[in-house]
Structures are given as C-alpha cells and as structure tokens.
C-alpha cells in the first residue's frame, strides 16, 4: 500500500512535471466548488462592481488610443482569468486521484472483472443474445409506467413442469471463462502441485544426500590410492598427483 | 456523491441474487417449490419497485452514451473513464504547448518588431498597457 502511494506520488510528480511547478493554484473558495476563475460574463459573474468603472475608464481611452493611433486592426486581448489549456485541467479540476486510480494501474478488460459477482456470460457482446443496453434506449420496451405485484390468478401463468431445465437455456450457470480459469488454476494449485512438489522435494534431498555423501566417497577414494601407492612402489608420486586432480575436480 | 449510489448499488446486488436463486429454482423444477417461485417472482416486482425509487435521487447524474458501447461488448467501463482521462490530459498537453509557443512567438515578435519599429512599439506597449513578460 506504501509502495503504491509512493508510486502514485512518483507518477505525479513526472504528471506534474509536464506543466510545471510554476502554476498557480486556483482560489480556495473555486475549487471547493470545483470550478476555476470565472470567465467574464459568465453566470456567476453579475452585475460589473464600482471598483471597475476606473479599470473601464482606462480601457475607452486606450480604445480610443488605438483606433487613432496606427493600430486600427487590433482586437482586445482575452481576459487573463480566463481557464484556458495552459492550466493542467486535471489537477484544477481535483482529478489526480481519479487519473492515478485509472491510469495508474493497468485496468482489466473484461466486464466481468468490473462486475464479478454478476452471473452468466457477461463477457460476451450484448448483440448476440439480443441485451445490449444500446437495444434498450433505441427501442425501449412498451409497458405500464409502474410496477404491479403478481396476484393469485396472474401467478397461475407461472406454473412450471417439475423437472431441468434444456442444456441450452441454462444460461445463468454458465461463468465467464476466466473465472473457470482462476478456479481451474486454484484446484491446480491444491492438487496438481504435489507431484511437481515431491519430485523437487526428493530432487532436493538428494542433492543434499549427494553434498553428504562426497566427502565420504572422497576419503574412501583417497584411502584407496594411498593403499594403491603403498602396494605399488613403481610409481609413488603419480598417484598422489591423480588423487589431488581428481579431489579438485569433484 | 457516492452515497447517492450506494442504496441503488445495494438494490441492484439483492434485484441480482433474487434473480440468481430464481434461476437455480427454475433450472430444475419441483413441484413443492412453486410457493417459493411465487414469493421470488413478487421479490422481483419489489425489487423494481425499490430501483425505480432510486430514481428520484439519481435524477441530475448524466451517463454518457459511449459507457453502454462498452458494456455491451463485454468490455470493462472503467476503460472508458480511463481513456476519457488520458485523452484529456493529451489534448491539454497539446493546447498548452501551443499557448505556451504562441506566447514565445509573441514576445520574440515584439522584441524584433521594437528593434526596427521602435516609435510605434512604443506607442503599441502603451495601448496595451504593461504586460509581465512571459
């Protein structure tokens, strides 16, 4: 959970990065309400305050400036409190969370890994057994604005012949086949690996019994040369040469 | 803003497993469950009943279009959000770099444009008024 915080805290540093640490965040008041500065003549704008009739003062004479001055084709200036790209929108937006949630981690493309308590077949296309939720809002189904519970003659059309269903309408048992897969993997896992296991295990042993073993069969075999050397006075050092060549060896 | 949900999502999840366990009564019938169906099938119609209250609190959230795209081909929805953020954040990207060029051109166009104009440079940063340097 710490590696992953930090992950996500690595992640927006470098996200950050992109747009510079010379941002400046919004107004306090702004982003609890999860908008930025106010454009101009926006909604929440009103009437212009007293304060501004100076600012516009300024502003018709400049106007005026400029229409007799050279500069009879410039335009105004848009307002520099306007939200524009320059901002990371994300951030100004209090999205971090939702971007590192997202595209932090690599999300799963099946719908049944969204919805895995949801029985049948969800993975499949909505088009081939005729659920799709598009079908749903293009033609919706013609019924009554209200639902009525079942009474004791209605329920008379819900009476059943006893016994199974056909293996083709048996839709709701039917599980994606990754689920089959994890379970398949799980029983694998409890049964499969017992004989995997022992091999390894007795490979294992006997690796050990090998290491146990060699400085045994090491000393006998050194024994047996010397004895052989005693025995044989033709050749007294060869003997003695072969057995550390050969100890060095193994 | 998830509490809104959360009593729809508890809903939705006994709707679910009250049609689950009607299913496994009907895939293998027997007479003596028909009471049992009965009291599901009506489960049913309280379930939607119960769903068609959450409604009323539900009524300002929007879901766009392409979200039912995803699920009908049996794709993850959060790949939707997902895609919707990264594609967000690329065009944000590609605006700022724009702005910030734009902005580079500008004040480079000024610098050069003061140097053989310089009267009418002056004349123009007076219009404009001071202008912090970017």
């Known amino acids: 959970m710490g590696e992953e915080r930090a992950g996500h805290a690595g992640m927006m540093e470098n ?9 400046p965040p919004p107004p306090a008041a702004a982003t609890a309400l999860g908008f930025g500065p106010g454009k101009p003549g926006g909604a929440g704008a009103g009437p212009p305050p007293a304060v501004a009739t100076p600012q516009t003062a300024e502003d018709a004479a400049r106007k005026a400036a400029a229409a007799s001055g050279p500069f009879y084709l410039m335009r105004e200036l848009p307002g520099n409190m306007e939200l524009t790209g ?6 100004h937006y209090n999205l971090e969370h939702s971007y590192n949630k997202f595209c932090g981690k690599k999300v799963k493309e099946k719908l ?14 909505g088009s081939h057994d005729n659920s799709s939720l598009r079908s749903l809002i293009e033609k919706p189904p013609i019924c009554s604005s209200s639902f009525n519970p079942i009474t004791g003659t209605m329920l008379t059309g819900f009476r059943l012949h006893a016994g199974p269903l056909p293996e083709q309408c048996r839709l709701m048992h039917i599980q994606p086949p990754k689920k089959k897969n994890k379970h398949k993997h799980k029983q694998s896992r409890t049964q499969d690996p017992v004989p995997p296991e022992t091999p390894s295990d007795s490979d294992h ?15 006998k075999k050194k024994e047996k040369k010397k004895k052989k050397n005693r025995h044989s006075p033709e050749h007294p050092g060869v003997g003695s040469s072969q057995a550390s060549s050969s100890s060095s060896l193994r | 803003m998830a509490e809104k949900f959360d009593s729809l999502e508890e809903q939705l999840e006994k709707f679910v497993e009250n049609i689950r366990q009607l299913g496994i ?6 007479p003596s469950s028909q009471a049992g169906l009965n009291q599901k099938l009506n489960f049913m119609v309280t379930g ?8 009323q609190q539900l009524h300002d959230i929007s879901v766009p279009l392409e979200v039912f795209e ?21 065009k944000n990207e590609q605006v700022k770099g724009k702005i910030d060029t734009m902005k580079k051109f500008k004040s480079l166009l000024i610098q050069e444009l003061t140097k053989v104009f310089p009267e009418d440079m002056a004349k123009y940063k007076a219009i404009r008024g001071e202008e912090p340097p970017p």
Request: aromatic share 8%.
């Open chain 1, 15 to 23: 996200f950050s990065a992109l747009f510079g640490g010379a941002e």
């Open chain 1, 86 to 91: 320059s901002t990371n929108l994300i951030t």
């Open chain 1, 112 to 125: 049944s890994n969204f919805l895995p308590d949801l029985p049948g077949m969800i993975d499949l296309p």
């Open chain 1, 205 to 219: 042993k006997k690796k050990k019994k090998k290491k146990e073993e060699d400085p045994e069969r090491k000393r």
């Open chain 2, 25 to 30: 009564i009907v895939s293998d019938f027997q």
């Open chain 2, 48 to 55: 939607l009943q119960d769903i068609d209250k959450c409604r």
């Open chain 2, 70 to 90: 995803y699920i009908d081909q049996g794709r993850n929805p959060q790949l939707y959000t997902k895609e919707c953020l990264e594609r967000a954040l690329a």
